[in-house]
């Protein structure tokens, strides 16, 4: 093949070579997103930024104009971990591949930092830190509450604390992811389930350690204001020492590890053994004090009171007295009732109807006897005045007459007796009564003594 000539070749030049690999490079690459660690930052006066952009195992230089970098909400520092949306492009004066940076953001711990900065200004100004809103920790805890994962090693770790120091403490734990998405809510819900609940007198919300991504959950708006309203106390246990979250400022202690948040709450069984022993031994030798104290008062009383005996004797012999004259007392009662009852005996006696009646009885056959005599005696002389009175009407009395031979005449009809013999006619009809017995007749002739 023949080698071309000069006027055939296409020949580039350094500025036209770069000029087209930036247009390349810039037409070849959309806009990218690229996490990675600040280094090689420089400031000029200009107010660009230039920096390098590295992993583990590479950089690229990176170029943020004045116009842009304006816009960040963070001070860009060597070290921090960064996220920039940029695009490909080349210096073309140095021939130096760069990104031109057109948006800055801090990416894992750094981003979460600032967060965490921030809601912590916002919480103590809301006054959820207050050290007034602290409520302090039972003196000894009747039972136990734990918010943290059922499997993780915080659990373990608390279980293994309180069976050494306080076996005997019962513990009710509340099961909820500590890290991820779902961890926070499951966080705020168990704590306003324990508040509900009201079956635990402390809570203890911990986890182990890790990263500030790993212990976000803990440092979520929601968790810290579910624990400022709990009205349980609440002790926070999350992560090592070194570990700060917001969960630790909003609870009312903060422990540096969930093995020191147990010994917080828990009495240690030694110490209180050995306060019991101290105190049984103060106990026993103050009781002993006390008893030689009233064994001397008793001695004393014992000296100054007269034995028992004497005074149940004195009491005895009074009783016994007092039973005399009792008996006393009743037989001259029911001696002077005797005599009262044979009083009012006698003086019934004396008005027992049963002689008053006897009286009466021989007044009233006396009287009987009396009213015979003069009955008899009235009876008498009425006889002998009627005997008198009927001789003295035997004399007057027209039968007398008529035994003598004399007759009465009557009219027939109206029973008059006739006087005269005017009153009669002839052939009436007269009556005419004798000494005994009676007629009747007819008128056959009158004479008149005139005649």
């Known amino acids: 093949m023949a ?35 600040l280094s090689n930052l420089a400031r000029p006066a200009s107010g ?14 990176c170029a943020m104009f004045r116009s842009r970098n304006l816009l960040l909400k963070f001070r860009p520092e060597n070290g921090l971990q960064v996220r920039v949306r ?9 021939g130096d591949y760069q990104l031109i940076v057109e948006h800055m953001e ?12 921030e809601l912590k200004v916002k919480l103590e100004a809301a006054g959820l830190f207050a050290a007034e809103h602290k409520q302090p920790l039972p003196r000894f805890s009747q039972r136990l509450g734990v918010i943290t994962s059922p499997s993780g090693a915080a659990i373990r770790d608390i279980v293994t604390t309180l069976r050494r120091r306080f076996p005997g403490l019962p513990v009710v734990i509340y099961p909820v992811p500590v890290q991820g998405g779902n961890a926070a809510p499951a966080i705020t819900a168990a704590l306003r389930t324990a508040a509900r609940r009201a ?25 810290a204001r579910a624990i400022y309203d709990c009205p349980i106390p609440v ?42 022993a101290r105190l049984a031994r103060r106990l026993s030798r103050e009781m002993q004090q006390l008893l030689r104290y009233r064994e001397q008062q008793l001695n004393w009383l014992a000296r100054r009171l007269p034995h028992p005996r004497r005074y149940l004797q004195s009491v005895a012999q009074r009783l016994d007295e007092l039973d005399i004259r009792r ?53 008498q002389d009425a006889n002998r005045r009627l005997q008198y009175r009927t001789r003295s009407l035997e004399t007057v009395s027209p039968l007398a007459t008529l035994s003598r031979g004399y007759a009465i005449v009557s009219t027939e009809i109206e029973d008059k007796v006739i006087t005269d013999v005017n009153q009669i006619t ?5 009556r005419g009564r004798l000494h005994r017995g009676r007629f009747t007749a007819v008128v056959d002739g009158i004479e008149d003594e005139k005649n």
């Open 3 to 37: 080698e071309l000539t000069s006027a055939q070749r296409d020949i580039y030049n350094v500025s036209r070579l770069n000029r087209e690999i930036r247009t390349l490079l810039e037409t070849g690459f959309p806009t990218i997103w690229l996490e990675a660690e």
């Open 48 to 61: 660009h930024l230039y920096f390098s952009l590295k992993d583990e195992a590479a950089q690229v230089r």
């Open 86 to 94: 940029a695009r490909v492009s080349l210096y073309e004066a140095r």
């Open 106 to 117: 801090e990416a894992g711990d750094g981003a979460l930092r600032r967060a965490f900065d």
């Open 199 to 223: 079956e635990c007198d402390v809570l203890i919300l911990a986890r182990g350690g890790g990263s500030l991504e790993d212990l976000w959950p803990f440092n979520e708006e929601t968790v």
């Open 235 to 276: 002790v926070s246990g999350v992560g090592h020492e070194v570990d700060i979250t917001i969960a630790d400022f909003a609870a009312d202690v903060r422990a540096p590890t969930p093995t020191a948040a147990a010994e917080l709450v828990s009495p240690d069984q030694y110490d209180w053994q050995q306060n019991f």
């Open 327 to 379: 008996s006393h007392a009743l037989r001259y009662q029911l001696q002077h009732r005797q005599s009262q009852l044979n009083t009012l005996r006698e003086r019934l006696q004396q008005y027992n109807p049963h002689h008053a009646l006897q009286r009466h009885d021989a007044h009233c056959r006396q009287l009987v006897t009396h009213l015979q005599q003069a009955m008899q005696r009235q009876l």
């Open 426 to 430: 002839l052939q009436g009809r007269i």
